[in-house]
């Protein structure tokens, strides 16, 4: 059986739907804190599985969950993840982020579970010294967030050297889009992410500084889609099976698209002009995050294959059912 932490957000829900169209077993725990119910429901009308309700924080929550679930692997999704409240308040995103690991880790460790696969981030490179960032670029966050997801992957390895526990940290771009089908999407309370923000119609978008060192002065990212994402994950869990070692991957698209850019594409999609203002940089920014994938391509065989304009499109046929 499969545990995915951090199940009912964004990307965790995905990757559960992509487990269930498989006939995998499996079994959520969220504290559904930023996680919404709405989401398991919906995931509800597309398999079974049993949904638990806890915080990693708490290691009581965790040591009842091994106890009553043989599980086989982990994917570990749970998480703080907002780069800005990082920055005023590192102390709870070091508490969640880095506290819940370890209370999941230990519990492994207690009930011999080996295999885990971590949702890591191209936050943990900072700026880059080259473009694009390949697996072995300089780790040095410049936000909070980065660091915590920096530092788990640090305590995986001593875990893996110490205890055998087997981990594949992917390294995510920036994630977007939603479900096809729009039975999921994004869903994040307040939502800070570009792609929602420009579709979000009852405020005015704000682009986070226009004097960057970039093609149009807006901070360049690199977009990949959520269905193409969770597929990695399969991936990685056939990798732990089969290899039984540990690993990292960048997931990205390895095209980079401007803020602006995102922006223009959003409006054609859409059909009609959005209003929006330029205002200061946002703190903890990096200019430029662009994906070298050809390790994720070559040893799990993944493929990026939707564009940003499909994820896009996506997305606001969520936002449109949502909202
Ligand atoms: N942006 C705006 N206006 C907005 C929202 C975002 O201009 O309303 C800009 C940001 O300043 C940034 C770009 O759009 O330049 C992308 O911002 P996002 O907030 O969508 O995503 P980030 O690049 O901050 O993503 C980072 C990491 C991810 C991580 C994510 C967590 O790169 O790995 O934060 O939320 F998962």
């Known amino acids: 059986m499969i545990l995915i932490t951090g199940g009912a957000g964004y990307i965790g829900s995905h990757c559960a739907l992509e487990f269930l169209n498989a006939d995998e077993k499996i079994v959520i725990f969220d504290s559904l804190e930023n996680g919404h119910i709405e989401t398991i429901n919906a995931l509800k009308k597309i398999g079974n599985f049993d949904f638990v309700q806890g915080d990693l924080k708490n290691i009581n929550d965790v040591e009842k969950l091994f106890k009553n679930y043989k599980i086989d692997t982990v994917i570990h999704f749970a998480g703080y993840i907002q780069v800005e409240e990082s920055v005023k308040n590192p102390q709870k995103y070091f508490e969640n982020n880095v506290g819940g690991t370890l209370n999941l880790l230990n519990s492994m460790v207690k009930y011999g579970v080996k295999k885990i696969v971590f949702s890591s981030t191209c936050a943990i490179y900072g700026e880059p010294e080259y473009i694009p960032l390949d697996e072995n670029h300089k780790k040095n966050p410049v936000n909070p967030y980065g660091e915590t997801k920096l530092e788990i992957e640090k305590q995986l390895a001593e875990y893996d050297e110490k205890y055998g526990i087997k981990s594949i940290c992917l390294r995510y771009f920036n994630v977007a889009g939603a479900d096809s089908e729009t039975r999921i999407g994004e869903w994040h309370e307040p939502e800070t992410h570009l792609i929602p923000n420009?579709?979000?119609?009852?405020?005015?978008?704000?682009?986070?500084?226009?004097?960057?060192?970039?093609?149009?002065?807006?901070?360049?990212?690199?977009?990949?889609?959520?269905?193409?994402?969770?597929?990695?994950?399969?991936?990685a869990c056939e990798y732990l099976k089969k290899e039984n070692k540990s690993d990292c991957f960048n997931l990205g698209s390895e095209k980079g698209y401007s803020v602006k850019e995102v922006?223009?594409?959003?409006?054609?999609?859409?059909?009609?002009?959005?209003?929006?203002?330029?205002?200061?940089?946002?703190?903890?920014?990096?200019?430029?995050?662009?994906?070298?994938?050809?390790?994720?391509?070559?040893?799990?065989?993944?493929?990026?294959?939707k564009t940003l304009e499909e994820s896009i499109k996506t997305a606001y046929l969520w936002y449109n059912y949502h909202s």
């Open 263 to 305: 922006f223009d594409c959003a409006e054609k999609i859409i059909g009609r002009k959005i209003d929006y203002e330029i205002m200061p940089r946002r703190e903890g920014d990096a200019v430029i995050l662009l994906a070298n994938s050809t390790k994720a391509k070559k040893i799990l065989g993944w493929n990026n294959e």
């Open 198 to 235: 420009i579709l979000n119609n009852k405020q005015t978008f704000k682009i986070f500084g226009n004097d960057y060192d970039t093609k149009d002065g807006t901070c360049v990212r690199d977009y990949v889609n959520v269905e193409d994402l969770v597929k990695a994950h399969k991936l």
